[in-house]
């Protein structure tokens, strides 16, 4: 994924809770193509993002951070939109990022070691291009989501096909993420996948009302109730916000609790809930942390075209591609 040369300097971030042989082979691999690895082990924090910053030694890792060619992210409570991570992005213009938060080796293995990686980055770009033209999107599951919004020019349209070989900010390979006109976003959002943080797996869905891009209503069982008392918790009304959605493409990817894996599942539709970076959507959204949910077997239309049907893509001009990447 990092293509890395020589001599680079080549930081790997992890916690307490991470996996330490995904950790060690990343290293070992890194030494042997000449790079220069260094692992930074911190306790995991109680929070993630910006809520994680009590916890960190802010100043110190944003230090080695910002004079790193590369960075890959194996914590599990994730430093990416923390104070480090954004000083990092800001005064570090030559770091190219990778977030694999929470990654342990049979995900390695499954999402990244067996996925063919030339029809997957092919897919993705094509339906990235497709989702650029369009001017609304709408989105509806089996389990009771309905939204529709429109698609803001001015943002762009995120492709993580598992090439970080320049400088930027990459995520695992499977994903594609469009930041919408926040005020525009209306209807209804159903999670039944997971949601992370606070609740992991759900045992019964969770069903919000989205009025002007916020979360007006929470209802479901105990995991609502939860994942209610965590977003008032922060007594911060932008958590009610929808920052971004994704579609998730990766074949590999099933339905583990790990956000990282699970907001790549095949034909899902990933939420993105409070915090937006100003880099991804300026002027962004501050809020002081962030969360992820699923929406299993997702029917997405651009504009008023169905794209993808239920979770099986659909689309002519996208067939050929999903056959090779599937090896069908």
Not at 33 to 44: E, T, Y
Not at 182 to 211: N, R
């Amino acid at each position: 994924m990092f293509r890395l040369k020589k001599g680079e300097t080549f930081i790997i971030t992890a916690d307490t809770e991470s996996d330490e042989m995904v950790v060690n082979a990343t290293a070992a691999c890194a030494h042997a193509v000449g790079a220069k690895p260094m692992v930074i082990w911190i306790p995991a924090p109680l929070g993630v993002g910006k809520a994680a910053d009590p916890m960190l030694p802010v100043e110190a890792l944003s230090a080695a951070l910002c004079h790193a060619d590369a960075w890959v992210e194996f914590n599990n409570q994730w430093l990416l939109y923390s104070t480090p991570f954004e000083m990092a992005v800001e005064k570090n213009k030559r770091l190219r990022y990778v977030c694999l938060v929470g990654m342990n080796g049979d995900m390695m293995v499954r999402t990244i070691g067996r996925v063919n990686q030339q029809p997957l980055a092919a897919l993705l770009k094509k339906i990235s291009e497709k989702t650029s033209k369009a001017k609304k999107m709408k989105i509806t599951t089996e389990a009771g989501t309905d939204l529709s919004f429109e698609i803001e020019p001015r943002y762009k349209v995120v492709c993580d096909d598992g090439d970080a070989s320049k400088p930027g900010i990459y995520m695992l390979g499977g994903q594609i993420s469009v930041f919408p006109k926040f005020e525009s976003i209306e209807g209804t959002l159903v999670f039944d996948g997971s949601v992370s943080p606070p609740c992991g797996l759900l045992q019964k869905s969770i069903q919000m009302k989205i009025e002007k891009g916020r979360i007006i209503d929470i209802k479901g069982g105990g995991q609502a109730q939860e994942f209610h008392q965590w977003l008032k918790g922060f007594q911060d009304p932008n958590m009610f916000r929808l920052a971004h959605c994704s579609y998730g493409l990766n074949p590999g990817a099933k339905l583990t609790g790990n956000i990282l894996e699970d907001e790549r599942v095949w034909g899902c539709i990933e939420w993105g809930i409070g915090y937006v970076s100003p880099i991804d959507a300026p002027p962004g959204i501050d809020a002081k942390s962030h969360t992820d949910g699923i929406s299993l077997n997702a029917s997405i239309w651009l504009d008023d075209t169905l794209i993808i049907d239920s979770g099986e893509v659909i689309d002519s001009e996208l067939e050929d591609l999903v056959l090779q990447l599937l090896g069908i």
